[in-house]
């Protein structure tokens, strides 16, 4: 069996280092990630969070990932784009996953200058997974139309191989409209960054964005086989081959109680089961594992030495 290639996941590990002063840590865990042997690092975002972040109640262990209306408002959220550059300005080889970018509360011109941007600086090791989130108080606060927010995303990825194409560029829409627009410089590949999709379930709008203009899938929670089947069934009926998707599935973790980490190995037993359904590639957030952020480092080593010896 073939080892599977592992992504750190570099949001939400507050519980081992804050939001403001220490930042420069989270690139250094990515530069030790690089050489542990992890083939990318995962960043995601918000702009801004609203009451509705934690509707729900919060978390109760810190440690966790937030899902929708479960976290604390208060929870830093900086820049994953501009992170990611840090990232990239000190690494060689390890690919960047921009995950969960909400293209609606961008232009598609801006965005896409940023994304470019950053694959050419990054010379092509950027991944994108674009999607339209859940708050309703963060489109508020942007005056972006939540109801909308599908649309707009198709139009983003309407726009962008237009843009990744020759110039001058034109595009007439009912939400985006421009004429004649020189987008110079274009992204590292002539077809741009390769774009990820995932989220909860496997609705309509996933399968046709994934068929249409997907390298990769990356499902929230686990996938069942009708679901598999699904994509599988579109890909095919649009010419395209399921196993050309780098498909991205995660550890779980399962924490004793509220103040504790969870158990390393427990948490990456599912791999080979999941490589058996046509997985390659695995996320892993340090700060369930460890509360110690100098400890890295030698957790990613440990994670590869794990799972070389679960794949062998």
Not at 75 to 91: D, E, G, K, Q, Y
Not at 185 to 214: N, Q, S, T
């Amino acid at each position: 069996m073939t080892t599977p290639r592992m992504q750190l996941v570099l949001s939400e590990n507050w519980t081992m280092t804050a939001g403001r002063a220490d930042l420069p840590a989270v690139v250094r865990w990515a530069r030790e990630a690089e050489d542990a042997g992890f083939d990318s690092v995962m960043i995601s975002e918000h702009i801004v969070l609203g009451p509705d972040a934690g509707a729900n109640g919060v978390m109760g262990n810190p440690r966790d990932y937030a899902l929708p209306g479960n976290q604390d408002p208060c929870t830093p959220w900086p820049n994953s784009l501009m992170l990611l550059s840090a990232i990239a300005a000190v690494t060689e080889r390890l690919r960047l996953a921009a995950s969960a970018v909400i293209a609606p509360l961008r232009h598609p011109l801006l965005l896409a200058r940023e994304l470019g941007t950053l694959d050419l600086l990054s010379e092509g090791r950027l991944i994108v997974l674009p999607n339209v989130s859940w708050s309703r108080d963060e489109y508020a606060a942007l005056n972006v139309p939540f109801a909308r927010r599908g649309k707009l995303l198709d139009e983003h990825l309407e726009i962008w191989p237009k843009l990744w194409g020759p110039s001058p560029v034109s595009h007439d829409s009912e939400y985006y409209t421009f004429q004649d627009v020189y987008f110079e410089p274009k992204a590292h590949r002539p077809d741009g960054p390769r774009l990820c999709f995932g989220g909860a379930g496997m609705h309509e709008a996933m399968v046709r964005r994934i068929v249409r203009y997907g390298h990769a899938f990356n499902p929230l929670g686990t996938v069942t086989p009708e679901q598999m089947q699904t994509l599988k069934a579109a890909m095919a009926a649009a010419g395209r081959d399921i196993a050309d998707l780098e498909m991205i599935g995660s550890t779980r973790a399962v924490f004793p109680d509220d103040n504790s980490c969870a158990d390393l190995a427990q948490a990456l037993e599912p791999i080979p089961e999941q490589m058996a359904q046509g997985f390659t590639t695995f996320c892993v957030k340090p700060s369930q594992f460890t509360d110690d952020p100098h400890a890295v480092g030698a957790f990613c080593r440990d994670v590869m030495r794990r799972v070389e010896s679960l794949t062998a």
